[in-house]
């Protein structure tokens, strides 16, 4: 993708507050990267290169990457895993599976084994523990899988251990108020491609403009794009920092780019200093 139509590569830093954080991890980093698209279209090869060093110069404890790693063919997986083997962390990298990389029966496992090759753990309905019993890291199956059932590995946590999640889809975090979620790292929107300066997404003022219609008049309208709404059902998640009841949620823009392109909405890495709540 060209790069007028992507922008430039953004570094965004924010501190996030965790309750009950051990003092041994305050200050941990880590860094954030999803939703590469990487198909020889959607991603160039210089921007994901700039993705990889500003990752590395943030020094990170950790990295997480939050899914979508190809388009629909899995196979270019193989020469991604290649660019990514040279990320570097204090307690290595972990992921999780977006929908397209469960597109096809076989993308999974392909993607999962070329993940495994550079010593890159798919956390799929699993826990892990980087940093320690004392703050652990959940990744969860992709949402629209038939896999995705967070209460397998969210109740197998004591509600008073403070915990990361990860979760491609931000539409998890509805589900996830059931449970402590003290950070949820999600991807999945594209922050929404085209942003209005001093307003938002524009995608949230148009689903506003649209559940404003009743709904009787809004079948008689086929203008009307229903296919935003398959994507995510809560846009106003679609990019940043988000309180939603007691959890906390961050949405990071991903890298990759679709047509028509970003429009003040420019890819992202994302790094995360933890701070005790």
Excluded at 49 to 77: M, R
Excluded at 171 to 189: E, F, K, N, P
């Amino acid at each position: 993708m060209h790069w007028l139509l992507t922008g430039p590569l953004t570094v965004e830093k924010i501190t996030v507050k965790i309750q009950d954080l051990p003092a041994s991890l305050q200050g941990i980093r880590i860094v954030q990267m999803t939703d590469f698209h990487y198909d020889g279209l959607r991603l160039s090869e210089k921007m994901l290169e700039k993705a990889i060093i500003a990752c590395n110069k943030a020094q990170p404890d950790l990295v997480v990457l939050t899914g979508d790693y190809v388009t629909d063919d899995p196979s270019p997986i193989n020469q991604l895993v290649l660019r990514l083997k040279h990320l570097q962390s204090r307690y290595g990298t972990y992921a999780v599976l977006g929908n397209h990389d469960i597109h096809y029966a076989h993308s999974k496992a392909e993607i999962t084994s070329a993940f495994n090759k550079i010593g890159i753990e798919i956390l799929d309905n699993k826990i892990a523990y980087p940093f320690g019993k004392e703050l652990p890291l959940v990744g969860l199956a992709e949402y629209w899988s038939p896999h995705f059932h967070p209460e397998l590995v969210m109740n197998q946590l004591d509600p008073a251990t403070p915990r990361i999640v990860l979760s491609h889809n931000p539409d998890t975090a509805d589900i996830l108020r059931h449970w402590r979620v003290d950070l949820q790292l999600s991807g999945h929107t594209h922050g929404g491609h085209i942003v209005i300066p001093g307003v938002g997404p524009a995608i949230v003022t148009y689903n506003n403009f649209v559940r404003s219609i009743p709904r009787k008049l809004r079948r008689r309208m086929p203008f009307i794009k229903k296919e935003f709404f398959k994507v995510v059902r809560n846009w106003q998640w679609a990019q940043g920092f988000h309180q939603i009841g007691s959890n906390q949620l961050y949405v990071n823009r991903g890298l990759g780019t679709y047509l028509p392109g970003r429009f003040f909405c420019t890819p992202e890495v994302t790094v995360i200093t933890l701070k005790k709540g």
